[in-house]
C-alpha cells in the first residue's frame, strides 16, 4: 500500500486512472480484513448520485483497527493522550487496552437498548473516551454523529432531531485552556427538545456537578461494571453508514454528511499511509478535533486501520503558553505533526522564543489542512518547527470527501509552497468554468470538480437525498463540484483559493454566512442583516455582519454584545461575527437579492472599485455602508 517513490506514485496515478476498479480492488483485499469478499468492486453514477463500493462486501471496521493489531502487536500504543493541564498524567492505551475499553463500552451501549442502525450523539471533549464511544458505536453497528464540543445547546438539538438519535454519550464538564466548560449542561438544554432520546450515558471528566435524570441518564464508569470486555463485531455491509458528520453549506442547515464502512476504511488508511509516509511505531500528532472530519479520518479511522500510535490533545495550543504543540512534541518524541495554518499562523505572532530549547528532533513530516496556508506561515512552520528538513504537505479535502485528495506525498512527491499540489491515486480533478466547460492546460483557474467517485466519497447527506444531489452534484452534470475555486500550474499542481460559494471558513473551521445570518435574525430588534468573510491575519478568514435594527435600537454597543451572545447560544461562540457595522439599508437589486459582492468588497476594504452599483435599487445606501465602514477601520 506504500508508495516508496515518485516513480510508483505516477505509475500508481496511471493504474487508478486507468482501472479505478482494479487499483481499489487489489488495495482493498490485500491490507484489510473482509468478513465476506464484495461481489462487485462499484456501482456509480453522478446523476442520482449513487455511489457504492465494494458491493455486499461484509465487514467491520474495527476489526481493522483494533482485532488484528491486539493479534500482532498488543503492547504497542494505539492512542497517546495528552491532557490539557500539562501538570496531569498523560494516558497511553495499548491496542489490547483500547480493544477491551471499546468491547467494553460497547456492551454498554447494548446494555442501554443501542441497536445497529441506531443513530447515537457524541458530544464530548478530546478525552481517550471520545475515541472509545466512536469506535464502539461502530463495533455494534450504531451510526456515530459526533457532535464538535463547542457547538451550542441549540446546534445540539437540531443535530440529533435531524438524525433521530435514540442516545447521548457526553461528559460531565470539559476543561479547554484555562475555560471550564458544563457539556452535560448544555445537553440536558438540548435534549428538551429532543424526544427521541432514549439514554444520555455520561463520563466524568471534571467532578462538576450535573443534574441526571432517573431514567434517562447513566454514568459511563458505573455502567461498565456491568458488563465484561467481549463484544463480537457485528457484520457490517460495505455500504452501511458508519456515521453522519454534520457540516455547514450555503443554507441556513447545517447538513448530515454520511460516510459508509468499506470505502471510508479503504481510503482514510490508504491516504494516512501515503501522505504522512507513516512506518511503524511512528508517533502521529493530529490537533484537530474528533468533533470535525480531520479527527475522524486522522486520529481515529486511517491510524488505528494502519496499527500506528495516534496522539490526541485534550487542550488549545496556547495553554498554559504558546510553547504547548512544541513542549508535546518533545515530551512524546512525536514524528508527524499535522495542523492547521490558523494555529501557525497564531502561534508564529508569539515569536520563535516559544519554539527555542524545545527539542523537535523527532519530528520528520509536517501537515497542514483545513484551509489555504500562506505562503508565510508555510515557511514559518518548514523553518521554525521542521528546522528545514521535513516535508510540509498541504492536504486538501473535505468533510464530503472523507480522506485527503489532493497533497504531496511527504518525502515523495515534490513541494511547492502554498499549493497542495497533486491529486492523490484515483483522484481525478478537474477545473470548470461557470458553464462547465473543462478549462486545461496549465497556468489556468476555475471551479474545482471531480470526475470519479473515489472510495470515500459522500454517499448520501441524511434523511434528504435529494440535498445531496443538488449540493454537490447538480451544479455541472457528472462531476462532483467541490464549492471551491483552484488555480492549476503547467506542471498540473493545484494551488485552492477558497469557497466560491456562500460558506466561510474562519480558523479553519466551515460556518455558512446563512447560518449566521438566521442566528442574528433571531435577536429581538434586527431587522435584517448579511454576512460575508473578510481577510484575517489569523483566522483567515473573519466574519463580518451587516446589520439592520429597528429604529429605537438606541445602545448600539449594548445592541451590538447582545447579537454576539445570540449567535453563541444559537451556534456556538466559534460563530460570532468579528465585526457588526450596523447599516440603514443593504444593496439591493430590484429584484431583492442583496449583493454579496458589494459588502465582500466594502468588508475586504477595497472600496474604491465596486463595479456596476447602477441595478441597485437605492445606490445611495451604498455610500453610507462606505462611510460606516470607514468610521469602523
Ligand atoms: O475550502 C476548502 C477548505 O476547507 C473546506 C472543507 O472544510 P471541511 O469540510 O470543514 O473540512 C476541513 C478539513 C478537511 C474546503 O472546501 N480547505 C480544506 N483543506 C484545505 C482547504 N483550503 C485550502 N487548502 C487546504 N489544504
Redesign the pocket.
Known amino acids: 500500500m506504500l508508495i516508496q517513490n515518485y516513480e510508483e506514485y505516477q505509475k500508481a496515478y496511471e493504474a487508478s486512472v486507468q482501472d479505478p476498479e482494479g487499483f481499489w480492488a487489489e488495495i482493498a483485499a490485500n491490507n484489510f480484513e473482509w468478513k465476506k469478499p464484495w461481489t462487485k468492486v462499484l456501482d456509480w453514477n453522478f446523476k442520482e448520485p449513487k455511489i457504492q463500493w465494494f458491493v455486499g462486501g461484509k465487514l467491520n471496521i474495527t476489526e481493522n483497527c483494533l482485532d488484528r493489531h491486539v493479534r500482532d502487536k498488543p503492547h504497542q500504543p494505539a492512542i497517546i493522550w495528552e491532557p490539557n493541564d500539562p501538570g496531569e498524567d498523560s494516558i497511553t492505551l495499548t491496542y489490547r487496552q483500547l480493544f477491551d475499553r471499546v468491547c467494553s463500552f460497547a456492551n454498554v451501549l447494548k446494555r442501554n437498548g443501542v441497536k445497529k442502525g441506531d443513530r447515537v450523539c457524541i458530544y464530548m471533549p478530546m478525552i481517550p473516551e471520545l475515541a472509545i464511544a466512536t469506535l464502539a458505536c461502530a463495533r455494534i453497528g450504531a451510526i456515530h454523529s459526533v457532535v464538535f464540543g463547542g457547538f451550542s445547546a441549540s446546534s445540539i438539538a437540531d443535530r440529533i432531531n435531524d438524525s433521530q438519535c435514540v442516545a447521548v454519550i457526553t461528559t460531565d464538564g470539559a476543561v479547554r485552556g484555562n475555560k471550564s466548560i458544563p457539556m452535560k449542561d448544555t445537553v440536558d438544554d438540548a435534549l428538551i427538545g429532543c424526544p427521541t432520546v432514549k439514554k444520555v450515558i455520561v463520563a466524568t471528566r471534571t467532578r462538576t456537578p450535573v443534574s441526571m435524570i432517573k431514567g434517562r441518564d447513566v454514568w459511563w464508569e458505573e455502567e461498565v461494571k456491568f458488563v465484561n470486555s467481549d463484544c463480537p463485531a457485528e457484520e457490517m455491509d460495505s455500504e452501511d453508514p458508519l456515521f453522519i458528520l454534520y457540516?455547514s453549506g450555503s443554507t441556513g442547515k447545517p447538513k448530515g454528511v454520511v460516510h459508509t464502512c468499506g470505502g471510508y476504511m479503504v481510503y482514510t488508511a490508504y491516504t494516512f499511509m501515503n501522505v504522512f509516509q507513516y512506518k511503524p511505531g511512528m508517533i502521529h500528532f493530529c490537533t484537530a478535533d474528533i468533533g470535525?472530519?480531520?479527527g475522524h479520518s486522522y486520529i481515529v479511522y486511517g491510524p488505528l486501520a494502519c496499527g500506528a500510535i495516534s496522539l490526541m490533545f485534550e487542550g488549545v495550543p496556547t495553554y498554559p503558553d504558546a510553547g504547548r504543540f512544541w513542549e508535546i512534541v518533545e515530551k512524546h518524541r512525536v514524528n508527524i505533526l499535522y495542523t492547521a495554518p490558523t494555529a501557525i499562523r497564531s502561534l508564529m505572532g508569539f515569536g520563535t522564543e516559544y519554539v527555542e530549547g524545545k527539542d523537535l528532533s523527532s519530528l520528520k513530516i509536517l501537515g497542514?489542512?483545513?484551509?489555504?496556508?500562506n505562503e508565510e506561515a508555510w515557511h514559518w512552520y518548514s523553518k521554525n518547527i521542521g528546522k528545514d528538513n521535513c516535508p510540509v504537505v498541504?492536504?486538501?479535502?473535505?468533510?464530503?470527501t472523507g480522506g485527503i485528495l489532493i497533497s504531496a506525498l511527504a518525502g515523495i512527491t515534490p513541494l511547492k509552497p502554498a499549493w497542495?499540489s497533486l491529486p492523490l491515486p484515483g483522484v481525478q480533478m478537474l477545473l470548470v468554468d461557470e458553464n462547465g466547460k473543462e478549462i486545461t492546460g496549465g497556468n489556468v483557474s476555475g471551479n474545482l470538480c471531480i470526475k470519479f467517485p473515489w472510495p470515500a466519497t459522500i454517499r448520501t447527506t441524511w434523511g434528504d437525498h435529494e440535498r445531496c444531489r443538488t449540493n454537490y452534484f447538480a451544479a455541472y452534470p457528472n462531476l462532483y463540484f467541490?464549492?471551491?475555486g483552484a488555480m492549476r500550474d503547467e506542471n498540473g499542481f493545484y494551488r485552492?483559493t477558497?469557497?466560491v460559494d456562500d460558506v466561510l471558513?474562519v480558523s479553519?473551521?466551515?460556518i455558512g454566512t446563512a447560518e449566521v445570518e438566521n442566528a442574528i435574525n433571531m435577536h429581538t430588534g434586527v431587522v435584517e442583516s448579511a454576512v460575508v468573510g473578510y481577510p484575517h491575519d489569523i483566522k483567515g478568514q473573519g466574519i463580518y455582519a451587516y446589520v439592520i435594527c429597528e429604529s429605537h435600537a438606541n445602545d448600539l454597543e449594548l445592541t451590538r454584545k447582545d447579537i454576539l451572545a445570540t449567535v453563541s447560544r444559537v451556534i456556538g461562540p466559534i460563530a460570532k461575527p468579528d465585526k457588526i457595522q450596523f447599516v440603514s439599508g443593504l444593496p439591493k437589486t430590484r429584484s431583492g437579492k442583496i449583493m454579496r459582492r458589494i459588502l465582500r468588497k466594502i468588508a475586504e476594504g477595497e472600496t474604491a472599485n465596486l463595479g456596476d452599483t447602477s441595478t441597485l435599487l437605492d445606490p445611495n445606501v451604498v455610500e453610507e455602508i462606505k462611510n460606516g465602514a470607514q468610521q469602523m477601520r
Not at 498541504?394 to 464530503?400: G, L, R, S
Request: no cysteine.
Open positions: 457540516t470535525w472530519i480531520t497542514s489542512v483545513g484551509e489555504p496556508i498541504d492536504t486538501w479535502w473535505q468533510t464530503e497542495a467541490t464549492g471551491d485552492i477558497g469557497r471558513n479553519g473551521h466551515r
